[in-house]
């Protein structure tokens, strides 16, 4: 079973430059999530995708940060302009529609540094 | 508002210990309590528990829930270096959120 995918896997941008992070979700999951994870933290749920629609947005920093899902498929996630605080590795994870066995599936991560 | 705390922040043992990892919540329409493990890299799936009062088995790891006091345990015996790693705690409700305690992270010294 192929994983979920993300790219890139690093990216250092200076501060109020653009970055965007693309997710390719496992096969049939429908639900797809972004968390960012903060040196020392939990990951913090950024965005909750139901298809191609948003289930749960409410701590994305909507000011600067922006995501979709065309199609219901793949996502992007999208930080405009940066800030040093956005330093983060940003996880992508999807999962099934009922309620999945073995809980959301992640990606490798990207590894963003704002200089 | 939904939260998930997890206690210790972290723990240093040595190999053969046997540790005990605490996950507290509050959470609204609450459907499961997942507990993962991440290394240097995403977090993998340990278990999931959705009754209270079943363990869960893998090897050295086992994990109970309580719903009526909202909290569960990992517990880890004989450790082994290979343990060291961040364990996370995350809650899902019916509208599958899924949200993350802070971790602990663990250290098994030789």
């Known amino acids: 079973e192929a994983g979920v995918a993300q790219s890139p896997r690093y990216k250092i941008i200076e501060k109020r430059q653009s970055v965007a992070f693309w997710c390719n979700p496992i096969?049939?999951?429908?639900?797809l999530y972004w968390y960012q994870q903060i040196l020392g933290q939990g990951p913090k749920l950024l965005i909750q995708?139901?298809?191609?629609?948003?289930?749960?947005d409410s701590q994305l920093p909507k000011d600067r940060f922006s995501a979709e899902r065309l199609k219901g498929v793949d996502s992007t996630l999208k930080i405009q302009p940066a800030k040093l605080e956005d330093s983060a590795v940003y996880l992508c994870a999807s999962s099934l529609v009922e309620g999945p066995r073995r809980g959301a599936f992640f990606g490798q991560g990207t590894r963003l540094t704002v200089v | 508002e939904d939260k998930v705390v997890q206690s210790p922040l972290s723990l240093v043992v040595h190999e053969g210990d046997t540790v005990t990892l605490n996950c507290s919540y509050e959470?609204?329409?609450?459907?499961?309590l997942l507990w993962y493990k991440q290394e240097k890299k995403a977090p993998t799936f340990l278990f999931m528990l959705?009754?209270?009062?079943i363990e869960k088995k893998s090897g050295r790891l086992s994990s109970i829930l309580d719903k009526k006091e909202l909290f569960s345990i990992l517990n880890i015996t004989a450790t082994q270096t290979g343990d060291s790693a961040v364990y996370l705690c995350a809650v899902g409700s019916n509208t599958g959120k899924l949200i993350f305690g802070q971790g602990t992270t663990l250290q098994v010294k030789p």
């Open positions: 995708f139901q298809n191609n629609g948003v289930v749960d």
């Open positions: 959470v609204t329409n609450f459907r499961s």
């Open positions: 096969s049939g999951h429908a639900t």
């Open positions: 959705t009754s209270s009062g």
